[in-house]
């Protein structure tokens, strides 16, 4: 059953990232001349990211800051900061900022769901907690990304990670695909809450109880054989 939904899955990010690479491109053309119009420097911004497995690939994306601009890699930036370009503002808000990435999707590197990749300075650092995301391929959209927003902390964003990757499977994945949808329509922050506040973490919560449950039952039945 795993084996088939993989196959699934790599089938689907092919269909999907060519269709919407052929939707995208006049969007990209007009993107790419919109940037060299209002912005000197490169139209994209590369960084080396963390893939399955920890495996490093660099990942393209619009540049939407300005070029002379000295970016922390670590450092999340607001919508509102002041290096970031009128039109990069706008890509942004608009998610097209990212939609180069889909020819990573199409190659491999990445998927249309999965958890977001992080930059090798991060990876490198990652406890057993956090390397549970590097088990799958990264994506370009995930649970955390449906149910979070910028200003959401890196440990909370860590068990939506986490949580798909334990529970993966087409019905999650629909799911997350059914809320990007509405997430671009009607903004992120209709939908965030924190882990422990939606319904994943409820079910977690239940999860560790069964489990801790069954433990202390097995406990009970060595102590009575002895």
């Given at each position: ?5 993989a ?5 689907f990010d ?6 919407l690479?052929g939707?995208?491109?006049?969007v ?7 940037i ?7 139209l ?24 002379d601009h000295?970016?922390?890699p670590t450092e999340?930036v607001?919508?509102?900061?002041k ?5 990069g503002?706008?890509l942004?808000?608009?998610k097209?900022d ?8 199409l ?7 999965g958890?977001r990749?992080t ?7 990652y406890d057993?907690?956090?390397?549970r995301?590097l ?12 149910n979070?927003?910028?200003t959401?902390?890196?440990p909370?964003r860590?068990?939506?990670d986490?949580?798909?990757?334990e529970h ?5 994945d629909?799911?997350?695909l059914a ?16 882990f422990e ?7 977690a919560?239940?999860e560790q ?5 069954s433990?202390?039952?097995g406990?009970?039945?060595?102590g009575?054989?002895?």
């Amino acid at each position: 059953m795993v084996a088939v939904y993989a196959v699934i899955r790599r089938v689907f990010d092919i269909v999907v990232s060519l269709a919407l690479i052929g939707l995208l491109l006049p969007v990209w053309v007009a993107a790419v001349i919109a940037i060299k119009l209002t912005s000197p420097g490169p139209l994209l911004f590369s960084q080396p990211r963390g893939g399955r497995g920890g495996v490093p690939f660099t990942a393209y994306k619009f540049r939407t800051m300005r070029a002379d601009h000295v970016h922390d890699p670590t450092e999340v930036v607001p919508l509102g900061h002041k290096n970031i370009t009128p039109l990069g503002r706008f890509l942004r808000r608009a998610k097209i900022d990212e939609t180069p990435q889909l020819i990573h999707v199409l190659i491999g590197h990445m998927s249309i769901i999965g958890p977001r990749p992080t930059i090798m300075d991060q990876v490198v650092r990652y406890d057993a907690f956090e390397r549970r995301r590097l088990e799958v391929r990264p994506g370009l959209t995930g649970l955390a990304q449906v149910n979070s927003n910028a200003t959401m902390s890196w440990p909370e964003r860590i068990k939506y990670d986490v949580y798909y990757v334990e529970h993966q499977g087409p019905r999650l994945d629909l799911l997350i695909l059914a809320k990007t949808i509405a997430v671009l329509f009607l903004g992120e922050q209709r939908f965030s809450r924190r882990f422990e506040d939606s319904p994943y973490g409820a079910a977690a919560r239940r999860e560790q109880e069964t489990e801790f449950k069954s433990q202390e039952s097995g406990v009970g039945r060595a102590g009575e054989e002895q």
